[in-house]
């Protein structure tokens, strides 16, 4: 089944070309109306969908009449002021009667796990009531130390934020290819890439910077695939200056596709179980510990004791009476909190601390540890 028609949560990157007429430097709003259709299309057959627009500083560039020299980073950073409500305004008219949503991100919002929780929480609840998030990066705040500078890399983090299935980078050509077609007319298209080897990355060529528009090229959407596969999603390169990218795909258009090392699940909780320290232990009665290992998350009413100094959002190691541990989760509850609650039901939470008694860890936050038999 073709990967576009399957996923079941997709991030889209839209790059700057594709926003901005290429001319006045204004909206191309037939552009935008035709890819609206086409996402909510997407949508009525019960996909969800997240965009990652660029855009900002090549809109905010004309209002501030900035011309098409080279900008300082101070100039980008006036520019993308200028131009995110632009760029907002015209992705709101062109997905009406969707509601749309912005979220400015930074490389330390997707770094720092406390920020990425948050956002994937924000991510999460947009989706739920409906609305379509639309992500840039934050250029007025972001340094040249601290930023992805090109979107590309930006989206595979969103997607793996997110727990998307797949990754669709619209791009000046239609995949990748051997040599830059534009250069090499007996240049191949590569339409699937199991693995990018040091041959794959060899035929990546410059960025796109005719134009002054974008920062990216294939260089960047190869990275932003191995950020992707190794996240369990699928990255799809397009070609996006077409009216429907979307359903050209879905109609069997040229494109390149990579597969996912895993499943986005599967990849999020090998993220819990390996790469977080953890910063405390909750101690689970022998029914808790049988309904984790089904797959259940844990309940406040199972837990013996709540262990450490840790915070919401923070990793935790969740053992049995013995001291055996079952698994590593991120607790929903603070420390000071996890142990008010201990052994309570979530009615007796609701009236002790004055909100809905959730699990203390959701099993979607829980990595089990292997089994010892």
């Known amino acids: 089944m073709n990967a576009l028609a399957s996923a079941r949560l997709i991030v889209v990157k839209v790059g700057s070309a594709l926003v901005a007429e290429e001319h006045t430097g204004e909206v191309d709003r037939p552009w935008l109306a035709a890819f609206a259709k086409d996402a909510r299309r997407l949508m009525a057959r019960g996909q969800r969908l997240i965009l990652v627009s660029s855009g900002a500083v090549a809109l905010g560039r004309r209002r501030l009449d900035l011309g098409d020299r080279t900008l300082t980073l101070t100039e980008k950073q006036a ?14 008219e062109a997905m009406a009667p969707v509601p749309v949503a912005q979220l400015l991100i930074t490389a330390h919002d997707t770094e720092a796990r406390r920020r990425f929780l948050n956002a994937r929480a924000t991510l999460g609840a947009l989706m739920e009531l409906g609305a379509v998030p639309i992500v840039n990066e934050n250029d007025t705040v972001a340094t040249e130390e601290l930023r992805y500078g090109d979107n590309d890399r930006l989206a595979a983090r969103v997607a793996q934020m997110a727990g998307a299935d797949l990754l669709v980078l619209l791009s000046d050509v239609d995949g990748l290819y051997t040599a830059d077609p534009r250069r090499f007319p007996d240049a191949r298209r590569v ?25 990216g090229g294939m260089v960047t959407k190869l990275a932003a695939a191995r950020i992707a596969a190794a996240a369990g999603c699928a990255t799809l390169i397009a070609l996006g200056r077409r009216e429907a990218p979307l359903s050209a795909v879905e109609d069997g258009a040229g494109s390149t596709i990579f597969p996912p090392h895993s499943t986005p699940a599967a990849a999020y909780k090998a993220w819990i179980a390996g790469s977080l320290a953890p910063h405390g232990v909750l101690v689970v009665d022998d029914g808790a510990a049988k309904a984790i290992r089904s797959g259940k998350s844990l309940l406040a009413a199972g837990v013996e004791s709540a262990q450490g100094r840790f915070g919401k959002g923070d990793a935790v190691v969740v053992q049995d009476a013995s001291g055996c541990e079952i698994g590593r989760g991120l607790a929903r509850y603070d420390a000071a909190d996890a142990r008010r609650i201990v052994g309570l039901r979530s009615e007796a939470i609701e009236v002790l601390l004055g909100e809905a008694g959730g699990p203390l860890i959701h099993a979607d936050d829980l990595a089990l540890a292997p089994s010892r038999e």
């Not at 520019?79 to 409500?85: I, N, V």
């Not at 339409?191 to 920062?215: C, H, P």
């Open 79 to 92: 520019a993308a002021a200028a131009g995110q409500s632009l760029l907002m305004a015209a992705w709101q």
């Open 191 to 215: 339409d699937r890439v199991d693995t990018i080897t040091a041959e794959i990355e060899a035929m990546a060529g410059g960025a796109n910077l005719a134009r002054r528009v974008g920062s």
